[in-house]
């Protein structure tokens, strides 16, 4: 466009060269009327003339420089999702969140027993309270707030293993539940509808890492309309509440940033993945861990020289995925996994296996057009399916991958950046406001049945 | 397996009434189930008996071949658990959909609400509990997926190289001195293929000692370079070694006057075919301005392993003697023997780092380096190809011209190293030196060795004796018929084989013998 512009100043300069030469002609030509006629009717088709060129100059620069600017490779790509172009929005000034104050048996008495709840793949929900305390959407004057949160850590009960005990956590949750309920009157106002809560745990608010055990109970009953933050999604699903928020499992993000190599490095595996495939401690037979979806990928590919299987985990494992086009993320006892933020940061294409899930952010994120998608019953022809994506779509999901939005948005970053899971959690929130004015009961009004729910659940805590 | 037959039940019943015979079916059922529990008691029985014959319970088993008779939707094998050792493979899943759709055509009514239902089931939740593992029929990699799956990673790694790769893409002209010997197969195949996937454009021009020849003209037909010239040194290939590298040196000057005659563009790189090349040499040298220096690593004890091995006995004899007893191989083991610039810390080329390979006799491939003979090698360095070229003018003044460095008056082999006036103008390339991105494998065949050039028998071998080792006795052996004889000798006739005399010798004994045999058969 400049450069049009410029040539539109440099053309009266040629205007004016070209006038010089025709009157050097209309001298040699010698008749003084034919002359003056001819000159005033070379300047007329001078003055067409010129003012044509300089139009279809102008018009094919800008043509030129636009075929330009798309002939440059494009890193990456915009992203937007089903919500429209959300992904880089501030919520700062959208929302208000008040934090209720609990007492430290419910948060960070937890936190002092045992520390590890800070890096396991649940410890998003103690790095979100940590993030609303400084977060310029606190509010201390709770009339003023959109949101409440309470602040309790249901999964920071691990056993010596590691593994959180979903035992406890009904009452935990009950327990924190009628400590808000006495000391403000907010939850009473709304029955819990403008509260939300993280439970980050395998099922969410069910409270259980086995998937009959936790469907059987179903989301605890005084959750029932507040809004939940967890990491399981699954359609049609009793632990998947209407308008819960879906996010992602928690990763370490400076382990994973130091590791990365450089982008030149050439993609040579096709399919990478590492993980059991069989659970030979809780499933030995077969065909209940995964679905059978993990059995079938081994037994299916395990001679396959392009996928690159196993279930030795190398100290590699973060470089490999970085040389890796397609990572698999098939489900295990639950549908997410970390893999797909793994896969995400490291750019390489996620290809989920698991009927009916709800990935992170759905709403925010286009996953059908950044991973691939594959049905159970799919994956005894899943290198079919994967050598048949044309090289095109294989990029542009890549240009995808390679947006930085995109890979910020799966982190739990300290400190906070804008556009990370943080900043998507409060965005998801905002998007819901304003509250629905039915939400507010009268006075004294119940809709909460505090009796209901398994009898262990009952007990105070 | 119980519930899986559990929930099969349904369908089977339906079956029954898709062929019509309502009336009696209930009678039939009536009867059927009386039967029906006459029957299983019966076989309930019969493996009881058969269990406590046995030793173990197979009613498992038993239901599962029973129900997996009935099951006719199933289109992959299905693994029930480890157990269960057998799998089933019954039909095709094309074969089943047309089959589903007959029936539909013939039948809509009766099919419909079983089909939805199973619809409606299959959308509304997953099942939680035990499922099959599916295995297909054939579960190995289909060689036309595999290709495709290659295609898609080399179009992502040429996107890749275009995003990230090096944004200078200077040509790269490779000059390779060869000869047709026994490993020239091994040398020249890698060299091609390494050269064949360099990104940018590349000239090869190969020099060969003895003239043109078509064994070397095979192997290159093969490369994918831009443009690649073969052509032709007079003087065969000696065989000694240091006088290999000599005439060696000569044929790399015969190649850089080529480039300088033909004003070609680019960089200028010292290809050995015995060196081994990683891509990110090619990278590397794509920044050289005029001259650049990188290091080179040194493979192979070059040559016997007795005599590596006494030399190290002497050195351990010397160590003993002065006291030290720890490692027999200190002295060989891990040292990386590395040739090439070094720099100091601020990254400033100071000196050349010339390894020094244990000398070992001369008949057997040492290399070049002679504890004497301190010498760089020519792949250590990377030419900008205007610094050869006639116009003496555009090179810096560091760089000697041409009829200074590229014919010495005392008839001694050129030295790349000679063109540089001052040593500290050379660019340092591979993270000054550190990085070894060139690898030189001192391996080579003797130069008396009869292996065919292109590691191909095409005829039969000059004699033929039968096998004594068979426990039965010896039978006269009758010999087949001899095959009529070549038309033309395809064997070259170089002297570069060292025993070509005796080839020839060999091949004329061979027709008389062939003459004198017919009146066996």
């Known amino acids: ?461 | 397996m119980k519930k899986a037959a559990g929930s099969h039940r349904p369908t089977r019943m339906r079956s029954k009434n898709r062929s019509g015979f309502s009336s009696d079916q209930t009678s039939d059922t009536a009867f059927r189930s009386t039967s029906i529990s006459f029957f299983r008691i019966f076989i309930q029985c019969m493996f009881c008996i058969g269990t406590l014959i046995v030793g173990f319970r197979f009613t498992r088993e038993a239901h599962f071949l029973r129900a997996s008779f009935h099951h006719p939707e199933d289109s992959f094998s299905r693994r029930t658990g480890a157990r269960m050792g057998s799998l089933v493979s019954i039909g095709n899943r094309s074969d089943l959909d047309l089959r589903i759709q007959e029936e539909i055509a013939n039948d809509p009514e009766a099919f419909r609400l079983e089909n939805s239902e199973t619809i409606i089931r299959s959308r509304v939740r997953v099942d939680v509990g035990r499922h099959a593992i599916l295995i297909r029929p054939w579960p190995h990699p289909d060689p036309f997926e595999v290709i495709q799956a290659h295609h898609l990673i080399a179009r992502v790694q040429m996107e890749q190289w275009q995003l990230y790769g090096s944004k200078e893409s200077k040509p790269i002209i490779a000059i390779t001195t060869t000869f047709v010997r026994s490993f020239q197969a091994v040398h020249l195949t890698g060299l091609l293929h390494t050269l064949s996937l360099v990104p940018v454009h590349v000239t090869w021009i190969v020099m060969e000692a003895g003239g043109v020849t078509n064994e070397t003209a095979y192997f290159l037909s093969k490369a994918r370079v831009h443009r690649l010239l073969h052509l032709g040194f007079g003087d065969a290939m000696p065989a000694g070694l240091k006088e290999r590298g000599q005439l060696e040196a000569h044929m790399r000057v015969e190649g850089l006057r080529y480039v300088r005659e033909e004003k070609m563009e680019g960089i200028v790189v010292f290809a050995d075919e015995s060196n081994l090349h990683s891509l990110d040499f090619f990278t590397e040298a794509q920044k050289v301005d005029w001259v650049g220096a990188l290091s080179i690593g040194l493979l192979g004890f070059a040559g016997f392993e007795e005599t590596a091995q006494s030399r190290i006995a002497d050195v351990h004899q010397e160590e003993v003697g002065a006291g030290r007893r720890d490692n027999l191989f200190s002295r060989r083991t891990f040292e990386p023997q590395v040739q090439g610039p070094s720099c100091d810390s601020e990254g400033n080329l100071v000196g050349w780092h010339i390894f020094d390979p244990l000398p070992l006799e001369e008949e057997v491939y040492t290399g070049i380096m002679l504890a004497q003979n301190r010498r760089l090698e020519w792949p250590n360095f990377v030419l900008n190809a205007r610094a050869v070229w006639k116009t003496e003018g555009n090179q810096p003044e560091w760089i000697k011209s041409w009829d200074e460095w590229a014919t010495p008056k005392d008839g001694s082999a050129p030295d790349i190293k000679a063109i540089l006036r001052d040593d500290k103008q050379v660019k340092v390339l591979g993270d000054c030196g550190r990085k070894v991105l060139l690898w030189w494998l001192r391996a080579e065949a003797r130069a008396d060795s009869r292996h065919p050039a292109n590691w191909v028998l095409d005829e039969n071998l000059e004699i033929i004796v039968p096998a004594k080792s068979t426990p039965w006795p010896d039978r006269p052996v009758r010999v087949p018929p001899p095959p009529p004889p070549p038309a033309a000798a395809t064997v070259g006739t170089g002297s570069k084989r060292g025993a070509g005399s005796r080839v020839s010798g060999g091949k004329g004994r061979r027709s008389k013998r062939r003459q004198s045999r017919p009146n066996i058969s």
Not at chain 1, 253 to 259: F, H, L, V
Not at chain 1, 278 to 288: K, L, M, Q
Not at chain 1, 316 to 335: K, N, V
């Open chain 1, 1 to 461: 466009m400049v450069v049009g512009f410029l040539l539109l100043l440099l053309m009266p300069s040629s205007r004016s060269a070209t006038s010089i030469s025709v009157v050097d002609r209309n001298v040699v030509v010698g008749e003084m009327g034919d002359m003056l006629q001819l000159r005033k009717r070379r300047r007329r088709r001078r003055g067409h003339v010129s003012l044509l060129t300089c139009v279809v100059g102008f018009l094919f620069l800008c043509q030129v420089s636009r075929l330009a600017a798309a002939a440059v490779l494009h890193r990456h790509q915009r992203i937007s999702g089903s919500a429209g172009d959300v992904l880089e929005d501030n919520p700062v000034g959208r929302l208000k969140v008040f934090v209720y104050e609990l007492p430290s048996k419910y948060n960070k008495d937890w936190l002092e027993k045992d520390p590890r709840c800070l890096t396991h793949m649940f410890a998003a929900e103690e790095f979100v309270h940590d993030f609303l305390l400084t977060s310029p959407v606190r509010t201390h004057n709770p009339k003023e707030a959109d949101w409440f949160y309470t602040p309790v850590y249901t999964t920071c009960d691990l056993m010596p293993n590691g593994l959180p005990l979903p035992f406890k956590s009904p009452r935990i949750m009950r327990s924190a539940i009628s400590y808000i309920s006495t000391h403000w009157p907010y939850w009473n106002r709304t029955e819990g509808a403008d509260h939300f809560f993280v439970v980050p745990h395998d099922f969410g608010a069910c409270f259980h890492y086995q998937e009959e055990k936790a469907i059987e109970r179903g989301v605890l009953p005084l959750l029932k309309h507040a809004t939940l933050v967890q990491t399981f999604g699954q359609n049609h699903h009793v632990c998947l509440k209407e308008g819960s928020i879906v996010v992602p499992p928690y990763a370490p993000p400076e382990k994973m940033q130091s590791r990365f190599i450089p982008p030149n490095t050439p993609r040579s595996i096709f399919v990478y993945f590492r993980g059991l495939f069989y659970d030979v401690g809780n499933d030995p037979e077969g065909g209940y861990y995964a679905r059978g979806a993990r059995a079938a990928v081994w037994e299916n590919f395990k001679d396959n020289p392009l996928f690159d299987i196993s279930t030795q985990h190398p100290s590699t494992y973060y470089e490999d995925m970085q040389r890796a086009i397609f990572c698999l993320c098939p489900l295990g006892w639950a549908p997410w996994s970390p893999r797909l933020v793994e896969g995400v940061i490291f750019g390489c294409i996620p290809v989920i296996i698991a009927d009916d899930i709800v990935l992170p952010f759905a709403d925010a994120i286009p996953w059908e057009k950044i991973g691939v998608f594959v049905a159970e019953k799919d994956v005894p022809n899943l290198d079919k399916i994967l050598s048949s994506i044309s090289p095109e779509q294989v990029l542009e999901k890549q240009r995808l991958l390679a947006n930085p939005a995109m890979k910020q948005a799966m982190l739990f970053s300290q400190p906070a950046l804008p556009g990370d899971a943080f900043h998507q959690i409060l965005n998801g929130l905002a998007r819901k406001l304003p509250h629905d004015p039915h939400i507010y009961l009268e006075p004294g009004q119940m809709v909460l049945n505090w009796t209901e729910g398994p009898v262990g659940d009952l007990k105070p805590w």
